[in-house]
């Protein structure tokens, strides 16, 4: 093997060991969280989840950053489908509006861009899904002070040591990590844990004609 061909060997293999190595960081943080209580948690927000939505409830997600893609991502897996066909479920994220979240952070505060929705959107019995990977998002906080005030149930998701979350927060879904991109994978996983729980319990999948049991 020439020089220029190991070199490039011994950098492929550097790469494989990195890469090794973030998966093992994400699957740690995954056994971390399910060993922490994550089930349990689960268990309980999905409960919230279905009783709002049979209630005829509207969910409202919303985070900064990569949180608030997942605010979007998990807003969409409601509202179209998830694993199934299935009616249309009522959620909203509260970072997709541009007019509105300009508005407010210009004539008001930043820290006020979900809060000032949820006044206008938010009803009793609604659910408020704060997303905030270090629990010490401004304008997350507001947004679970203002759906608190409004009766609103409140779920967030965080990491670390929650930040000010748990005292904000009916019911929890943390993920123990001390960094925040394994935080947010997991995240997205208990998202789609969380909304199948959801699907088998409003729409139960249909035996297959001439399946046996």
Known sequence: MGRRAAGRSSKA??????????????????????????SAALVQAARVLIGALRAGRT?????????????QHLAAEFVNRFAGDRPALPAIALTTDTS???????????RRIFARQLEALGRKGDVA??????????????????AAARGMLTLGFTGGDG????SLCRHLI????????????????????????IEDA???PRPRPGATA
């Open 13 to 38: 293999d550097a790469v494989g060991r990195r890469i090794s190595g973030l998966y093992h960081d994400h699957a740690a943080a995954a056994e971390g969280f399910f060993a922490a209580g994550g």
């Open 174 to 197: 943390r993920v123990p990590a001390p960094d925040t991109p394994r935080v947010q994978e997991i995240h997205i996983l208990a998202g789609h844990i969380l909304c199948q729980l």
């Open 100 to 110: 509105v979240l300009t508005s407010i952070g210009n004539d008001d505060d930043f």
């Open 59 to 71: 969910l409202f997600f919303f985070g900064n950053g990569g949180s608030a893609a997942d605010a």
């Open 163 to 166: 930040g000010a979350m748990p």
């Open 202 to 204: 409003l729409y139960p």
């Open 129 to 146: 899904v704060g997303i905030s990977t270090s629990g010490r998002s401004p304008n997350v906080l507001e947004g679970l002070r203002a």
